[in-house]
């Protein structure tokens, strides 16, 4: 890949988030590649406050609490009981119509929103859609369409993220999602921008900026399982489906199902059975139950790939 092609992403990169620092930015903060570079592109150029929002003991907690140390940063963290991330879902259900697996992802990013001191929040949004992040894009017999992707999401936002941030009296901002920024991410390819482990393209940027590796490189986990938002959510659940899977062995059915355990936890529950998996997804509403299995089945693919090699 050429460094020129990178060079110009890192550029528009820090241009984009340059953009919105014109006041201070509160950032939705996890830890992770996406939200971690925009903070360390940020507070460049303006003050900034980070906010992690997840339950006691969370991964998403102890992951932004590692990363703003690393980053001499300071955090705020909101820990919100399981009581509570249940309370703030049944608020966010009455302002906004979302899907249940939609409530478990924009949860933490509603309390941030809500807890925010600046009147500006920035976000990683976009991130995974433009750079490859989920399991299902490398599953080698459906090639994602990462422009539609991107197209999708920046259809949704007006009525998930921008309705969220209007209710608080904020300004949003997705550095990821500006023009440059994706025009610049397209000139490589999909494959490129996916690699064998998700976003090797923006890793790789976000460590030509100064992230650190051990930031840069970190292993993704979605906001409803890192936060323990959707752990929290579990007695929500009204519909499931149950899956039996066979595989040619009993120790690659059992790696498969470890595998796919960081991805799923919480909305489904998986048991090894000889060579036989059996999996239990859950969800509140059919709709959300057919997407919910629809992921699994990718991770399973690509779970069940890796064993194999």
Known sequence: MS???????????????????RKPVTISFSGGVDSALVALLAKDCTDVELIAVGTPGSHDLIAAKSAAEIMSMELRCVEVSAEEM?????????????????????LPFWIAAKEAKHSILMCGQGADELFGGYARFRE????????????????????????IVNLFDLELSCPYLSFDVVQAAENFSQLERIGDVGKVVLRKSAEMLGLPREIAQRKKKAAQYGSGSQKALKKMIKHTVEFEITFESKKIAKSVAKATEPENLGW???KVRGKTLHATVKADSIGSL???AEDFMSCLSVAENVAKQ
């Open 86 to 106: 249940v309370s703030e879902a049944i608020l966010m259900k009455k302002e906004i119509d979302l899907e249940q697996i939609e409530v478990e992802f924009m």
């Open 3 to 21: 460094t020129d092609l990178f060079e110009k992403l890192c550029k528009a990169i820090k241009k984009s988030v340059d953009s919105y620092c």
């Open 290 to 292: 057919r997407e919910a």
């Open 268 to 270: 489904v529950d998986t």
């Open 140 to 163: 080698k017999r459906n090639m994602p369409n990462l422009s539609k992707e991107v197209k999708d999401l920046s259809e949704r936002i007006p009525n998930r993220e921008n309705k």
